[in-house]
């Protein structure tokens, strides 16, 4: 029965400095992954830039990252860019973004519930007046209140799983509540670490059900440094990144030894802000 | 400022044609042009003829037909459908071989043309084209297996290799313990791949059929392709029973 299926939302979060293949393949594979489950159904994939205040160590201006993000998924039906985090002038904690997004999905479809209840009694009468129409009766129509509502995953790699360890990186109640409350789908290669990084944290292991771990069986190690130091060093980009954004990149000379020190001595955003709360220091473990 | 012009020759069955195909070309031109030896002027993809044995392998047409719409936005590199056409299967030297008597043509008859010309004009862009025009080297681009195979003696006499090999492999220390090889090794290029990308061909088939997304691993406009000529399940058991022809390429990363 599909209306029983629980609809997800993929909400990635990170710099995409810049966007590369392998961000685009982590959609793919984690939509597949749901969709094989048969209980689940992506209906949107958000792609969300961090905001410049983060302040990491080769970042470069938000609107570079979010318009090459938004030229990469052109193409695609159901993965898009929202630029809500990239405006705000402080770094904002992944946990906002999600509730952010879980709030905007929550209102959404309660305007869309009221649109859909209103029609319900006129869809009957017109179904007794002319019987051979075959307008099919949506069932979600019938009662609009039961409907779940979509959630919101984070989708990431084990790179982000296993930065939750990191000192005064991330605060454990927002650990606590994206995992209790959201959801975790983190693609990684076969034989990694991202099981026995749950296993060692009570919390994470606590939520373990709302924590999907999606196998990768091609390697795909086209990381945004990477790609950034081939073209420092004048290499080819081609087939790691989409054509239109290493064009992109190619036009406006993005990325040099000069904008690789961005930032460079300055501590990033979480960091900063985790040191003066007393709460951060709590373990993961 | 003389640099040897290079074309780059792969051979496999492009069963599809991948990024990771595509990257190949990439690499191995990066490596040769930071040697400030060569300068690779071309670059060309030789799908291997449909009586191939292999299982999973649809019509060459097909894998041509690909091949041209993945490098439709490449600028340097075609693919040559010569071999898929023969009636049987062709040794690697036999396609190398064919190439390179092409591109000796093609280089006898652009010496013929400049030599009728006022020796001050120059033709258009390329280095080494306004003096007298250079007689290409060709080299086969392949994976480090490739260096396995005993038949290897007149590719690496005569035309030469670039080999691309994973992080964490080495094939240099394969090279040294080998006579053969380490005769020629001024003509055997190591070029390590950093980006660990490996898309096998096998593995898109397998997805293709159980109906998962190989998007951002092999381009839109062969996806697009694919979807209209289906591969199945059928097509991947199509060649079983067949006896494999000789080893080319098994396992390497142009498969």
């Given amino acids: ?285 | 400022r003389s640099r040897i012009p290079v074309i780059l020759l792969a051979c496999g069955s492009f069963n599809p044609t991948t990024n990771m195909h595509m990257r190949l070309f990439e690499l191995a031109r990066d490596h040769l042009h930071q040697t400030g030896q060569y300068q690779v002027i071309e670059g060309i993809m030789s799908p291997v003829s449909d009586n191939y044995g292999k299982k999973g392998l649809v019509s060459a047409r097909h894998w041509v037909a690909m091949a041209k719409l993945a490098l439709e936005t490449s600028d340097w590199i075609r693919v040559d459908a010569w071999e898929s056409e023969q009636d049987t299967w062709t040794e690697t030297v036999k396609v190398l071989r064919h190439h390179y008597n092409e591109a000796l043509r093609a280089f006898q008859s652009k010496k013929a043309f400049t030599r009728n010309k006022h020796p001050t004009e120059s033709s258009t862009g390329n280095s080494f084209s306004c003096q007298q025009p250079v007689l290409p080297e060709l080299k086969l681009l392949c994976g480090a297996d490739f260096l396995l195979i005993f038949y290897i003696k007149e590719i690496v006499e005569k035309f030469g290799l670039v080999c691309i090999s994973r992080a964490g492999s080495d094939p240099s220390q394969f090279i040294q313990q080998s006579d053969l090889l380490s005769k020629f090794q001024h003509n055997i290029f190591l070029v390590r791949e950093w980006i660990q990308n490996e898309i096998s061909a096998t593995w898109i088939r397998s997805a293709l059929s159980r109906g998962l997304s190989v998007k951002y691993l092999v381009p839109d406009s062969v996806i697009a392709y694919i979807a209209q000529h289906v591969y199945t399940a059928e097509s991947e058991h199509r060649k079983k029973g067949h006896l494999l022809h000789p080893l080319r390429l098994q396992n390497t990363t142009i498969n």
């Fill in chain 1, 1 to 285: 029965d599909p209306d029983r299926k629980t609809e997800v939302v993929l909400l990635a979060c990170g710099s995409f400095n810049p966007i590369t293949n392998m961000h685009l393949r982590l959609f793919e594979l984690a939509r597949d992954y749901f969709h094989e489950t048969g209980k689940y159904k992506v209906i949107k994939g958000i792609i969300s830039p961090v905001g410049d205040a983060y302040k990491k160590k080769g970042l470069i201006s938000a609107n570079h990252r979010v318009t090459m993000a938004k030229l990469a998924t052109k193409n695609s039906d159901w993965v898009e860019v929202d630029d809500w985090e990239s405006c705000q002038s402080e770094w904002l904690e992944t946990l906002k973004v999600l509730r952010y997004h879980h709030q905007k999905l929550l209102s959404a479809d309660v305007t869309n519930s009221l649109q859909d209840a209103v029609p319900i009694t006129k869809l009957g009468r017109k179904r007794k007046q002319e019987p051979n129409r075959h307008e099919p009766i949506k069932k979600k129509n019938q009662s609009p209140v039961l409907k779940s509502v979509p959630q919101v995953k984070l989708l990431c790699g084990s790179d982000m799983l296993e930065s939750f360890g990191i000192p005064n990186l991330w605060k454990l109640e927002d650990i606590t509540e994206i995992v209790e409350k959201h959801g975790l789908v983190c693609i990684s290669r076969a034989g990694n670490n991202a099981q026995k990084f749950i296993y060692e944290s009570d919390v994470l292991w606590r939520h373990k059900n709302n924590i999907h771990l999606v196998e990768e069986w091609i390697p795909n190690d086209i990381s945004s440094t990477r790609i950034r130091r081939a073209l420092r060093r004048g290499q080819s980009i081609r087939y790691l990144v989409p054509d239109v954004v290493r064009v992109y990149i190619e036009q406006h000379r993005l990325y040099s030894p000069e904008s690789e020190d961005r930032n460079a001595g300055v501590v990033l955003a979480p960091l900063q802000r985790n040191a003066t709360d007393p709460r951060s220091s709590q373990a993961l473990n």
